[in-house]
């Protein structure tokens, strides 16, 4: 009786054990999604044309979901918008985009193929551009984002650097 009593309690030490907690002592429960969690928040890309934005926000326990759209200059045009959710499905990881006007606002799907501290690589081999899109969080606190694939059967990469921003308020 005494073994039984030690095995039920050595089961019941190792699954406790076995839970993940974050810095603020809250059980993890959707490890993959909190992999992507450096994303959480709002980023921006300037140039001489116009700001790129991205939001990106907690969902529910197993979803981010964001936006992202390209102002242009003093007109305030909005040229391109995107939305983008994270979702954490059993043990998989998905990034799903919709660009709004392109391929019929059919979403595509990418999967977590990589991760490492601050980095997450999501691939969609049967897409052609982008078929793998990279997220990499710098010491600088920017985030890098490259989206690499085939155009016209040859090979094309694009990079953005997100700077962190405050949201905009709307009234």
């Known amino acids: 009786m005494k073994k039984i009593i030690l095995s039920i309690l050595a089961l019941g030490f190792i699954a406790i054990s076995?839970?993940?907690?974050?810095?603020?002592?809250?059980?993890?429960?959707?490890?993959?999604?909190?992999?992507?969690?450096?994303?959480?928040?709002?980023?921006?890309?300037?140039?001489?044309?116009?700001?790129?934005?991205?939001?990106?926000?907690?969902?529910?326990?197993?979803?981010?979901?964001?936006?992202?759209?390209?102002?242009?200059?003093?007109?305030?045009?909005?040229?391109?918008?995107?939305?983008?959710?994270?979702?954490?499905?059993?043990?998989?990881?998905?990034?799903?985009?919709?660009?709004?006007?392109?391929k019929g606002d059919t979403p595509i799907t990418f999967q977590l193929t990589k991760d490492a501290d601050s980095l997450a690589v999501f691939e969609n081999p049967k897409n052609d551009y982008p078929s793998k899109i990279e997220f990499r969080l710098q010491k600088d606190g920017k985030i890098k984002q490259t989206e690499s694939g085939m155009v016209l059967k040859k090979p094309k990469a694009q990079q953005y650097l997100w700077t962190k921003s405050n949201p905009k308020s709307e009234n």
């Open 18 to 102: 076995c839970k993940k907690y974050d810095a603020f002592g809250n059980e993890i429960r959707f490890e993959e999604l909190n992999k992507a969690a450096f994303l959480e928040g709002n980023w921006e890309v300037q140039d001489s044309l116009g700001v790129l934005q991205l939001q990106w926000k907690t969902e529910n326990d197993s979803t981010f979901s964001g936006t992202s759209y390209f102002i242009q200059g003093e007109k305030k045009d909005t040229l391109h918008r995107e939305t983008i959710e994270l979702q954490q499905r059993d043990e998989h990881l998905f990034f799903t985009s919709t660009v709004q006007g392109e």
